[in-house]
């Protein structure tokens, strides 16, 4: 198995975690965004949409985090990542699609790029973007936990899952903005969980081999 | 079974063609994104996020559209959404994907309207945002569709499935900026395969009974 990773990348930094609580081992092979390694013709003819993550497994190129992780989940089903009802599941996934699709998106780098480069924006205008983005999604999320006894010690019940999964990445991107987490309680409460766990902390991106 | 929709939201849309699909009667509840009723109290009640789609079924509330799709599939299997090899389940989600996570969220009604009221953009520079968006994610899905023989009549061998359902509903919102769809012949193919068949028909913004 083969992960092609930035040390940086929320969306790499998921899959890295999901593999570390799976125990599962993949070759890492760093594309480094900020030298644009992934617009290079080799890249593009890994994933046409030259973004990380991919996972290379049995002849399979699998792209997307969200997809990447499902797949891990279904060929080592040990520890699982998702509950087993379907509520329950479909709750688990909202909770991860809030912050794969409803923050991280928009704060993605080539996003910023675009904002800096085309839009011609102060570097106080981008940060104040990425800022309203997470502090909206965060206030959301902190609600559909905070309210919901299905949470416990993680996101759902006390074992880490998919929604832990990608929620650890985003709050690392928050501490490049100095975010105060603590107007997110249970939030901040479940990154703390996570993060005395070895799966996350390895996974980190001060850890990686490709950390500058 | 409810649904919370808008007629032009296209996660809703895609929702709406799921249950489509499967055949399912849901009762339909609109809120009208433009009137801003996904703030009010009364909604945000429902979903903290603010946004549509939500579903509604056996006391769950369920947020997120590919979430809920998934749910749709596990609750009602016949027609299946997701192929069954772990490999093709992630190739179809990793194409939903690259729609739902990084083209539809960078330009939704929230993004759009912080473009133009936070920083001030005019509606052609909004417009082209929209379109960069579009293109560069039609690109790599065009790739992904054209380079795999998996793909067939579908995004997936020759039934709809949930890459279809992500697909369609961003057309739709291609159309909006009168997008050159022949510079993407293998998206234009499966578009008009989709339109085809009642379920994706019936579901398009126009047929909606909160149209305006």
Redesign the interface.
């Known amino acids: 198995m083969k992960l092609y990773t930035y040390f940086r990348s929320s969306a790499a930094f998921r899959v890295r975690i999901a593999l570390n609580l799976k125990g599962i081992a993949a070759e890492h092979v760093p594309c480094q965004l900020v030298r644009n390694q992934q617009h290079s013709d080799e890249y593009l003819a890994v994933n046409?949409?030259?973004?990380v993550p991919v996972l290379e497994?049995?002849?399979?190129v699998?792209?997307?985090s969200?997809?990447?992780i499902?797949?891990l989940d279904?060929?080592h089903p040990h520890p699982a990542l998702l509950p087993g009802h379907?509520?329950d599941?479909?709750?688990v996934?909202?909770l991860?699609?809030?912050v794969?699709?409803?923050i991280?998106?928009?704060n993605n780098l080539r996003?910023l790029r675009?904002l800096s480069r085309?839009?011609g924006?102060e570097q106080k205008?981008i940060d104040a973007?990425c800022v309203?983005w997470i502090a909206e999604?965060f206030?959301?999320l902190e609600?559909?936990l905070a309210?919901d006894d299905r949470t416990g010690r993680f996101c759902h019940g006390d074992e880490p899952g998919l929604a832990d999964i990608c929620l650890v990445p985003q709050i690392f991107n928050a501490g490049r903005y100095a975010m105060d987490m603590t107007r997110w309680p249970t939030i901040k409460r479940i990154f703390d969980a996570c993060m005395a766990l070895d799966a996350f902390e390895q996974a980190r991106p001060e850890r990686q081999p490709d950390a500058e």
């Open positions: 046409p949409q030259g973004l497994d049995d002849g399979d699998l792209t997307q969200l997809a990447i499902e797949y279904e060929t379907p509520g599941r479909a709750r996934r909202g991860a699609q809030l794969a699709c409803d991280h998106p928009i996003v675009y085309t839009l924006q205008t973007w309203h999604g206030t959301a609600a559909l309210g």
